[in-house]
Each structure stands twice: as structure tokens, then as C-alpha cells.
């Protein structure tokens, strides 16, 4: 089925000018990108997105990487997008990546990922909810 799916391009990758290649790799995927916007993220708003996370040993860190530097947040529209944005990422470590994948290439370490993608279609609803309107999203 045709899904949506929210997805981070992380201050890493940010810093480093990714943007246009990693965006390259999910069109290449079939995934359209249905809304997308630059943002700096507060620490707060930080924290409130990765409030599941508040009581892992990295929360701080993550936090504090995420308000770090700009982020691109965006809306991915293509079937099964969920799991074919989480193919396309590859794993949360780099070192546990596959080849070709957006995170074996890019990324720095296991914090410093170069993206977020949802882990599922309830989360993705919930996290696109967090960062766009209904009116922002144009499929
Ligand atoms: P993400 O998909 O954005 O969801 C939570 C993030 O926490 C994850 O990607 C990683 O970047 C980060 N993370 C997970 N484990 C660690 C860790 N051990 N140290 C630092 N950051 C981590």
C-alpha cells in the first residue's frame, strides 16, 4: 500500500552539504518526497521528538546533536514507504550498514547517522504530525 513515512536528514549530514545525495538516494528508491522543510531545532523540541528515548544513556547526547546544526525534516510517499526508507537508510550503525546504503556511505558513527526514519506506520503518522500541517504534505 501506498504509505508515508517522516524522515530526518541529521545535522552530520547537514554540516557536510548531503542534502542533495541523500535525497538522490530515496527518489532513486521510488520514494517521493511529499513535503520538506530546513529547520533548527530548540533543544526542547529535540527532547519532545525523542521523548521515547528519555531514558536510554544517549538521550543528552542525542538531543544535544539534533539542536546541534539544521536539520531537514521531510514526508517520503511511495509504497511500503516505512520499510523501504529503513532499506534505504541501513543499519543505525554504520559499521553494521549495507553497501550502498545511506548510512554505510555517509554516515559518522552510530549517533552521528545522517538520518532518522520512522519505525513504523503508527510512529510515521505521529511523526509527521509533529512537524507538518495536513496543508504542508502535497502528494
Ligand atoms: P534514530 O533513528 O534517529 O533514533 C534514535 C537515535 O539514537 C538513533 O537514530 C541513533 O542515532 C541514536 N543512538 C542510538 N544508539 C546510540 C548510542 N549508543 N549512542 C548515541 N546515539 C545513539
Not at 73 to 99: H, I
Amino acid at each position: 500500500a501506498t504509505e508515508r513515512t517522516l524522515s530526518i536528514i541529521k545535522p552530520d549530514a547537514t554540516n557536510r552539504n548531503l542534502t542533495g545525495k541523500i535525497n538522490a538516494k530515496f527518489e532513486e528508491a521510488g520514494l517521493r518526497i511529499v513535503a520538506q522543510k530546513r529547520i533548527k531545532l530548540s533543544m526542547e523540541q529535540a527532547g519532545q521528538f525523542y521523548e521515547v528515548h528519555k531514558e536510554r544513556p544517549f538521550y543528552g547526547e542525542l538531543c544535544e546533536f539534533m539542536a546541534s546544526a539544521p536539520v531537514v525534516v521531510q514526508v517520503l510517499e511511495g509504497e511500503n514507504a516505512v520499510a523501504k526508507n529503513r532499506e534505504v537508510m541501513g543499519a543505525t550503525n554504520p559499521a553494521e550498514a549495507a553497501d550502498g546504503t545511506i548510512r554505510k556511505e555517509f554516515a559518522l558513527s552510530i549517533g552521528e547517522n545522517s538520518v532518522h526514519g520512522s519505525d513504523a506506520p503508527e510512529t510515521a503518522a505521529q511523526e509527521i504530525a509533529f512537524f507538518f500541517s495536513g496543508l504542508e504534505i502535497v502528494g
